[in-house]
Each structure stands twice: as structure tokens, then as C-alpha cells.
């Protein structure tokens, strides 16, 4: 069981990398440092009693599903409220209706954002459904170290093996992944 010192003493080891991922997800410093503490909170309350060598793929976890809570939050807010003076444009006659003024704005906007956005999920969806097709170490390897963002040390600790393994194991699941999405026509 991890004792105050070394809990506090990893959460200080991982402060500033997660802060880091967290700004490059969000693309914002204070929504970033609330996901981190947020994250950091939650590792304490609910995991500080867990072994110490168990504590940065748990942190690790937590960090990811905040983010991810994060832009869930971001996307219904986005979605419900609006500026309401943005579509306080009135005519002369003080006739105002909103869901006119909604429906005349620039649609085409619309349009190309969808396409985009669904042009980005099938190519999410290509990529998820290549590393499900990597051999189980590859995935693994993969996904701790450019998805968990795991250093390599860490990485092979966690799946007991050397930090040569663990570099071989990513090397051929980025070859891999790069030759199925390219016959796929996807080019990243």
C-alpha cells in the first residue's frame, strides 16, 4: 500500500508531463490544469491505498476518462446554450424569431463540418479497427506508449519484458498500422 509520501511523491513525478498531455488534448492551460487535478484527486481518494508500483497506469486511466468527460462536458454545453445575442439581430419592426434567425444562418459551414467530422470518424474507426488486428503484444506496446503516453521504461515494466522489447513491439505495430492505413488510401 502506498503511503502519503509516496503517493505525493508520484503525483509530483507525473504533475508536469499530464499537464503537458492535457494541454495538447484541450488546447487550454486552465481546463487542462483542472483535468489534471481533477485526475490527481481522484487517484487519491479512490486509489491511494493501491501499491505504489500500480499508481501510474491507474493515474494514467484517470487522466484519460477526465479528458474525455472534459470534451463530453464541452460538446453538450456547445450544443445547448448559444450566445443569445447572436441572434439578437431583430428586424426594424421589433419582430424577432429566434429559430428563423437560426435557420437563415450560413448552412454550408454546417455542411462541411459534418462532412469533416465524419470523415474523421471513419478514419478513427480504420485506425481502431487495424490495431485491433496487431498481434497482442504489438497492440499493447502501441497503446501504452503513444496512447497512455508511457514512457518506454514504464512500458516495459508493465508488460514484464525489456525496454528492447518494448521498442521492437511499437516499431512493428507503426510499420504495420502505416502500411493498412496507407493500402486503405489514408494518409496521416
Known amino acids: ?13 507525473v504533475e508536469k508531463r499530464a499537464f503537458k498531455r492535457s494541454v495538447y488534448h484541450v488546447r487550454d492551460e486552465e481546463a487542462a ?7 490527481m484527486m481522484k487517484l487519491a481518494e479512490h486509489y491511494g491505498d493501491k501499491p505504489p508500483n500500480e499508481l501510474p497506469m491507474l493515474f494514467q486511466r484517470i487522466l484519460s476518462n477526465c479528458t474525455l468527460d472534459w470534451f463530453r462536458r464541452q460538446k453538450t454545453r456547445n450544443a445547448l446554450f448559444s450566445n ?3 441572434f439578437e439581430s431583430a428586424s426594424e419592426d421589433g419582430d424577432f424569431d429566434l429559430l428563423e434567425t437560426y435557420a437563415s444562418s450560413d448552412s454550408s459551414q454546417q455542411v462541411e463540418s459534418a462532412e469533416d467530422s465524419t470523415r474523421r470518424a471513419q ?3 480504420e485506425i481502431e479497427t ?10 499493447e506496446a502501441f497503446l501504452m ?18 525496454e528492447g522489447s518494448v521498442k521492437t513491439h511499437c516499431s512493428r505495430a ?3 498500422l502505416s502500411k493498412a492505413l496507407k493500402a486503405k488510401g489514408i494518409q496521416l
Open 123 to 125: 478514419v478513427l474507426r
Open 145 to 162: 506508449r503513444y496512447w497512455e503516453d508511457m514512457d518506454v521504461a514504464e512500458t516495459a515494466a508493465a508488460m514484464g519484458c525489456s
Open 174 to 176: 507503426v510499420q504495420a
Open 84 to 86: 443569445m445575442s447572436d
Open 33 to 39: 490544469l483542472d483535468i489534471v487535478q481533477d485526475s
Open 130 to 139: 487495424e490495431i485491433l488486428e496487431l498481434p497482442g503484444r504489438q497492440r
Open 1 to 13: 500500500m502506498a503511503t502519503e509520501r509516496e503517493l505525493s511523491d508520484f503525483l509530483k513525478s
